[in-house]
Antibody, heavy 120, light 109 residues
Framework: QVQLQESGPGLVKPSETLSLTCTVSGASISSGAYYWVWIRQPPGMGLEWIGSFYFSGRAYYNPSLMSRVTVSVETSKNQLSLKLTSVTAADTAVYYC????????????WGQGALVTVSS | SYILTQPPSVSVAPGQTARISCGGN??????VHWYQQKPGQAPVVVVYDDSDRPSGIPERFSGSNSGNTATLTISRVEAGDEADYYC????????????FGGGTKLTVL
């Protein structure tokens, strides 16, 4: 059974860098069958795709966040990571990692989500 | 970038049919996927590729996609269907962009 689990600080100060990790269990993050993705949801608001990583080493980003975001993987730990720089209160959200099956391009598996609050 | 437009809310009585729209420019040329999200939970796909259902999703959930509008239809609505629903596409014209609609709150009266 494949599972995704987000982890990281729940509180980040304004102007600092938000860092989250998604640990994948039950499947290899190096599999060419999937994209691995970060999505976020501010409180009471909708879903926003942040970025995706493919095992070839290519990353894809939401243009609205591209200047501040890095999505990468550490294959030895089977982990997906997210770094978002220069955060503000507008970056307060539940951050989800998810999996996208290459052939159908929808999010077929999600983590439970991690709430990150940006506040001093 | 590509934009998907959903109504903020839809209300329906139990046993009736709910229809949630998702508008986008020539959206029929894309595959539309629908997610259900209940409070405090991660989203779950209920329809993919316009009209297919994952295993475990009731037949009451169906989808269609034509012209500039995709539609999620929930027949014989139950109280447990009350949730937020999001449509989503993959926009290949913008170098691998995943796009969500703004979401629709389904209220069961």
């Amino acid at each position: 059974q494949v599972q995704l689990q987000e982890s990281g600080p729940g509180l980040v100060k304004p102007s600092e860098t938000l860092s989250l990790t998604c640990t994948v269990s039950g499947a290899s993050i190096s599999s060419g069958a999937y994209y691995w993705v970060w999505i976020r949801q501010p409180p009471g608001m909708g879903l926003e795709w942040i970025g995706s990583f493919y095992f070839s080493g290519r990353a894809y980003y939401n243009p609205s966040l591209m200047s501040r975001v890095t999505v990468s993987v550490e294959t030895s730990k089977n982990q997906l990571s997210l770094k978002l720089t220069s955060v503000t209160a507008a970056d307060t959200a539940v951050y989800y990692c998810a999996r996208v099956l290459l052939d159908v391009l929808y999010f077929d598996l999600w983590g439970q989500g991690a709430l990150v609050t940006v506040s001093s | 970038s590509y934009i998907l437009t959903q109504p903020p809310s839809v209300s329906v009585a139990p046993g009736q049919t709910a229809r949630i729209s998702c508008g986008g420019n020539n959206v029929e040329s894309k595959s539309v996927h629908w997610y259900q999200q209940k409070p405090g939970q991660a989203p779950v796909v209920v329809v993919y590729d316009d009209s297919d259902r994952p295993s475990g999703i009731p037949e009451r959930f169906s989808g269609s996609n034509s012209g500039n509008t995709a539609t999620l239809t929930i027949s014989r609505v139950e109280a447990g269907d009350e949730a937020d629903y999001y449509c989503q596409v993959w926009d290949s014209t913008s170098d691998h962009q995943w796009v969500f609609g703004g979401g629709t709150k389904l209220t069961v009266l």
